[in-house]
């Protein structure tokens, strides 16, 4: 097992930009075996899936607010997966969380995925 640490969150401006870390901290383990994930949790509403990627990284998945505006990169040699967010909306404010699931070598639709492990998350909120 391994522990997840988001971080990277803070205040920024509509149409700014910030860059999420998901680091994945212990031994014994490797992140190219999981499927990993971002996710995100306003104020009063359910944590959605934001996007995510397949433990080949071939796959991602973006929601549809955000797709064009948010990229998702895997490095697994880093044990860290990166969220980077641009022209960022009043709306996008949230604390966004990573998870992960051991997938192995089988592709499994990255959506869709029972994630089980997860970080503590890290808060962004967009503001003039």
């Known amino acids: 097992q391994f522990e997840l640490v988001e971080s990277g969150g803070g205040l920024v401006q509509p149409g700014g930009s910030l860059r999420l870390s998901c680091k994945a901290s212990?031994?014994?383990?490797?992140?190219?075996?999981?499927?990993i994930g971002w996710f995100r949790q306003a104020p009063g509403k359910e944590r959605e899936v934001v996007s995510c990627?397949?433990?080949?990284?071939?796959?991602?998945y973006y929601a549809d607010s955000v797709r064009g505006r948010f990229t998702l990169a895997r490095e697994n040699a880093q044990k860290t997966v990166f969220l980077e967010m641009y022209s960022l909306k009043p709306e996008d404010t949230a604390v966004y969380y990573c998870g992960a699931y051991y997938t192995g070598s089988y592709y499994v639709a990255c959506e869709s995925v029972n994630y089980n492990i997860w970080g503590q998350g890290t808060q962004v909120t967009v503001s003039s």
């Open positions: 212990g031994a014994g383990f490797s992140l190219a075996d999981y499927t």
């Open positions: 990627v397949d433990s080949s990284g071939g796959t991602r």
